[in-house]
């Protein structure tokens, strides 16, 4: 009874240090979000501007859509929908949506950073190792920068960090419960990016396969019930998108075969990850031979020591961690589900995809998750030469994370990023855009930055010869592009420069 006792305290004892170790880690990562945004959630042309509007937009009673000049908009169709809903919330109950997006994805990365721990309590009781990975997500340079713009990324790495625990929990407990609310958490995150269909298809095909369910036609049913949920949601935005431009959300289906460039990119991305960038450039093949090496090494050390033990034990032997553990299976099937994926849209629907670290940012997640699990595996083989080689990688990992880490955030934190970096937000030729009248029409050849900070889109500068006469008065505003220039040459009797600095030029026209 005794050492009963014993054990249960001990085990409340790991409970209570590991929930203080992840809170730890999910505080200090809102911490450094607060500390990298200094100047304000980065705002990237395009996809920001397209989140922000629309999220205005629908709090103002506009709908899905976003402004394309002063008083007239268009329906959104490009994007999905789910990460303007929610800063449209912020909008509503008077907060605005890009201070809104700050603090979300603040709260969005102490919540993943959380969530990541919880994967790794799953699957082991070390608390080492636990901290090892979380330290690795909370420090993560390219996590900290996704989590610092006003994207979708950082929701949808939660949502799907939240799905991994969400299917973890199902196939080993079931739950009609359970199953609605992981349908519904799998809809968000494909509306939140088209991609999250790769979270859907994982989910089914986990059900299916690994779930320890005889009847196939319950595991059947499971699955058409999740597709039912979480794919509903997506068709009738896809088909309302389809009703409105006859295409797929904004994509024609076209073959636009990948090229080595596209390889390329995405080796680059990948291996940017774990290698600096001094050590990949020039000797890619040198790269890649020792990469499949020790990825292939490991996993035949840690095959041969389980038969090894397996033989040695037979009936008492249990390894600590499972290489076959089914968070580890679930992983492995999302990546390779993610990858297919993304060759798909590339080659077929969408060809101006990036292979970028904005796109491939759940691969460089659950990769970090299966290489800390490896890494923990085979230091439980105790074997000296095994342990100095997992000693070498964690310390190597640790180093390489923090050092990047410690160059790139100071730098967005004293900086800012993209149109809501340090220099526009005290340019005076941004402030005196802010504080124009809204019967002062503004030409411009940069409307996002425009929009963001003052709430309009103006005009697109090419237009501005067929209708300065209507308009009378009005500003034109050229951010740094040379060619623009050409157009004032032929007003240049009614044009007057009233503000000028390294971001824009404005010119009052006054007939």
Not at 434 to 449: G, K, R, V
Request: charged letters at 15%; one cysteine or more.
């Amino acid at each position: 009874m005794k050492h009963v006792s014993q054990r249960i305290a001990n085990l409340n004892h790991w409970r209570v240090v590991f929930h203080i170790l992840i809170i730890s880690f999910g505080l200090i990562g809102i911490l450094i979000i607060h500390y990298a945004t200094f100047w304000g959630i980065g705002l990237y042309g395009w996809d920001s501007f397209s989140y922000i509007s629309v999220a205005r937009s629908i709090a103002t009673g506009h709908g899905f859509a976003y402004p394309i000049e002063d008083n007239y908009y268009a329906p959104l169709t490009h994007y999905p929908p789910f990460l303007s809903t929610i800063l449209a919330l912020f909008e509503i109950f008077g907060v605005d949506a890009i201070l809104g997006a700050k603090y979300m994805n603040a709260l969005l990365f102490g919540s993943s950073i959380i969530l990541f721990g919880l994967l790794f309590k799953r699957i082991t009781d070390s608390l080492v190792f636990i901290a090892l990975g979380t330290f690795l997500f909370t420090t993560s340079a390219i996590l900290i920068e996704l989590y610092s713009l006003a994207m979708s990324e950082g929701l949808f790495l939660t949502l799907t960090l939240l799905n991994f625990l969400l299917l973890n929990r199902y196939i080993t407990h079931d739950g009609w419960f359970l199953l609605i609310v992981l349908s519904i958490i799998l809809g968000c995150a494909a509306l939140t990016r088209y991609v999250g269909i790769v979270n859907i298809i994982t989910g089914m095909l986990v059900i299916l396969f690994l779930k320890k369910e005889k009847r196939f036609s319950k595991k059947l049913r499971e699955v058409l019930l999740i597709g039912a949920i979480s794919f509903t949601p997506l068709f009738l935005w896809t088909w309302r998108n389809y009703t409105l431009t006859t295409s797929i959300n904004n994509r024609s289906i076209e073959y636009h075969p990948l090229v080595l460039k596209n390889y390329l990119n995405v080796f680059y991305t990948f291996s940017n990850w774990y290698i600096p960038d001094s050590l990949v450039i020039g000797n890619e093949k040198a790269i890649v031979f020792v990469s499949l090496s020790i990825v292939l090494g490991s996993f035949f050390l840690a095959y041969s020591y389980t038969r090894f033990r397996a033989k040695d034990k037979p009936t008492t032997w249990k390894p600590s961690i499972r290489i076959t553990h089914p968070l580890n299976i679930i992983s492995f099937i999302y990546i390779i589900c993610y990858l297919v994926a993304m060759f798909i849209s590339k080659t077929f629907l969408d060809p101006g995809t990036g292979m970028t670290n904005r796109i491939f940012a759940p691969v460089l997640v659950i990769s970090l998750f299966l290489i800390i699990n490896l890494l923990q595996y085979l230091w439980k083989t105790e074997i000296r030469a095994i342990r100095g080689i997992v000693l070498f990688m964690v310390v190597y990992l640790l180093i390489f994370s923090t050092h990047k880490t410690i160059q790139s955030i100071p730098e967005i934190h004293s900086t800012g990023m993209g149109l809501g970096r340090k220099a526009l937000q005290n340019s005076d030729s941004i402030k005196m855009i802010a504080e124009l009248s809204d019967q002062i029409p503004i030409f411009n050849n940069n409307p996002y930055a425009v929009y963001l900070y003052s709430g309009r889109v103006g005009y697109k500068l090419n237009r501005f010869s067929s209708e300065n006469n209507q308009q009378g008065e009005a500003i034109i505003a050229i951010f740094g592009s040379a060619e623009d220039y050409e157009i004032l040459e032929r007003f240049s009797d009614d044009i007057t420069l009233i503000q000028e600095d390294n971001i824009a030029t404005l010119y009052l026209y006054k007939p």
